[in-house]
């Protein structure tokens, strides 16, 4: 619904969003999660302007795009942190924003999410911290739940570490333990903020291993965030990328990856020639 003259907000859609193609793909399946011309602003930022977007159910699905655009947001919109000002965000069906908060809280449990340091409970040596959603959301037994965090913890490579403390973990450690946190009530969305900031190439490439393998045992829907291309040729199926609150192009990773649109090209090749400048 963008129009070519400026909003009440006096943003330009037509200078700013010359390379946005915007289109949202409808396939056969429901989607898992969809932003419908969802608008958010803080103070003067418009940062989500008119973003369509829909993340496939059962992929791993990543979104892109440069620093300060709205990713972040983007999540936090998901799990229902924030609200949109105009338009709607639903999650199987349902629209987020609209939920009481008894229906919030149920909702809630569908989602693993893996924020940008693991925040781990600095307090909690790791078994505890993994055990966590289980003991705050289920009424399982001790043994049950030591059931699960060991089979957790096994699976992303810390069987050893139950007895540590955060602060005696390395990054990708930690990373690893939020993401073993992130999937203990069996999520069927798991929501990834940057999980392969701040780790070297070969801890970056494991972890998209352990996205890869985990994803492949246990399905659903996951939303990855990276700045990352070398992740995003790694793990992704789908690609969103967003630029200015608003979706340039997205699809089928391959198809991205072969894009004829100037900004995809320049950001997912890294090149400094293109649209995209340092504003
Ligand atoms: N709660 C908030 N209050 C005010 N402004 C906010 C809030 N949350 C985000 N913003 C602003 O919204 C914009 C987008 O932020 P966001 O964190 O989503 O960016 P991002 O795409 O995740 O960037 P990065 O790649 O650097 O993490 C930024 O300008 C940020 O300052
Ligand atoms: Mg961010």
């Known amino acids: 619904m963008a129009s070519a003259e400026p909003d009440q907000r006096g943003d330009h859609p037509d200078d700013e969003f010359e390379f946005h193609r915007g289109q949202v793909r409808h396939t056969d399946e429901p989607d898992a999660i969809e932003f419908v011309d ?4 803080f103070g003067r930022n418009h940062v989500l302007r008119g973003l369509n977007m829909a993340l496939p159910e059962n992929k791993i699905s990543m979104i892109l795009g440069p620093s300060g655009t709205g990713k972040s947001v983007c999540i936090k919109h998901i799990v229902g942190l924030l609200y949109p000002d105009e338009g709607d965000v639903i999650v199987h069906g349902k629209s987020v924003p609209s939920l009481p908060d008894a229906e919030l809280f149920e909702m809630r449990k569908k989602f693993g999410v893996l924020f940008q340091d693991g925040a781990l409970f600095g307090s909690l040596k790791l078994y505890d911290n993994i055990a966590f959603p289980l003991r705050q959301h289920t009424e399982k037994s001790e043994e049950e739940i030591e059931d699960i965090v060991q089979r957790r913890m096994r699976e992303v490579g810390l069987g050893d570490a139950g007895e540590k403390m955060p ?5 990708g450690m930690r990373k690893r333990a939020g993401f073993a946190r992130a999937l203990v009530l069996e999520p069927d969305i798991v929501l990834f903020d ?4 701040g780790l070297d190439p070969v801890r970056t490439a494991l972890l998209c291993e352990l996205i890869k393998e985990v994803h492949a045992e246990n399905g659903g829907c996951y939303v990855v965030i990276t700045h990352d291309i070398m992740s995003a040729r790694r793990v992704a199926e789908h690609i969103s990328v967003l630029w200015k609150g608003k979706i340039v192009e997205s699809g089928p990773a391959e198809e991205l990856f072969a894009s004829e649109n100037p900004f995809v090209r320049q950001f997912l090749a890294g090149e400094s020639a293109g649209p995209l400048g340092m504003e």
Do not use: C
Not at 38 to 41: A, D, E, L, R, Y
Not at 167 to 171: F, P
Not at 194 to 197: M, R
């Open 194 to 197: 940057e999980p392969d900031s």
């Open 38 to 41: 969802v608008h958010k602003t």
């Open 167 to 171: 602060n005696e973990l390395s990054g």
